[in-house]
């Protein structure tokens, strides 16, 4: 017997018609972000997108470029949304559900950025030995991402079509100072 894992966007979808259900009689807003966080640790890659709707992980940066004004940049989607609905969870879930519309089917632009091979040094917690690492990293093709409806401009690099390397910026200046600075730095020998 095969069991098909389930997809956020529609757990969304029967959870804003029927809140008390999946979040509890005593549901906030809060406790959506809760149940997203949770759903979140414990699911696949592909249990956050499908091939109609973008990447919910997207969405918390994505968010910080579609609103005209944000509540400082490491809050996430639900900071955002709370503070634009202080003490009123029903606007606030109003206005997730609205926003996430928007975000799930905004066409995505990747754009091919010409700059040299480059390596930098990037740290990651190895879950065997639990000590964070340093590891070096090459990138040896850069893009530009952008979606509808949203300001925010993400820099994906790949070493053979995995990703390595990912930062975003809120406005062009930024993108192109990081674009700048990446093109300034060259490959280090790897025998070092």
């Given at each position: ?129 639990k000590i964070q690492v340093n590891k070096r990293e090459i990138v ?32 062009e200046n930024e993108y192109k100072n990081a ?14």
């Amino acid at each position: 017997m095969s069991y098909r894992k389930p997809n956020l966007y529609e757990i969304l979808e029967h959870l804003e018609k029927r809140k008390a259900m999946y979040l509890g009689n005593e549901y906030t807003f809060h406790s959506l972000d809760a149940f997203i966080t949770g759903f979140g640790i414990g699911c696949d890659r592909e249990q956050l997108e499908t091939e109609q709707f973008n990447n919910f992980s997207d969405f918390n940066i994505w968010i910080l470029g579609h609103l005209p004004e944000h509540f400082g940049q490491s809050g996430g989607w639900h900071w955002q949304i709370s503070n634009r609905n202080p003490n009123n969870d029903e606007n606030a879930f109003k206005e997730f559900f609205e926003f996430l519309e928007i975000f799930k089917t905004a066409k995505k632009e990747k754009e091919k950025i010409e700059v040299e091979k480059f390596e930098f040094e990037k740290s990651e917690f190895n879950t065997k030995t639990k000590i964070q690492v340093n590891k070096r990293e090459i990138v040896d093709s850069i893009y530009k991402v952008t979606m509808e409806h949203s300001k925010t401009i993400w820099i994906e690099g790949y070493n053979q079509k995995r990703l390595t390397y990912d930062r975003w910026f809120l406005s062009e200046n930024e993108y192109k100072n990081a674009i700048t600075e990446l093109s300034k730095i060259k490959l280090i020998d790897l025998k070092n």
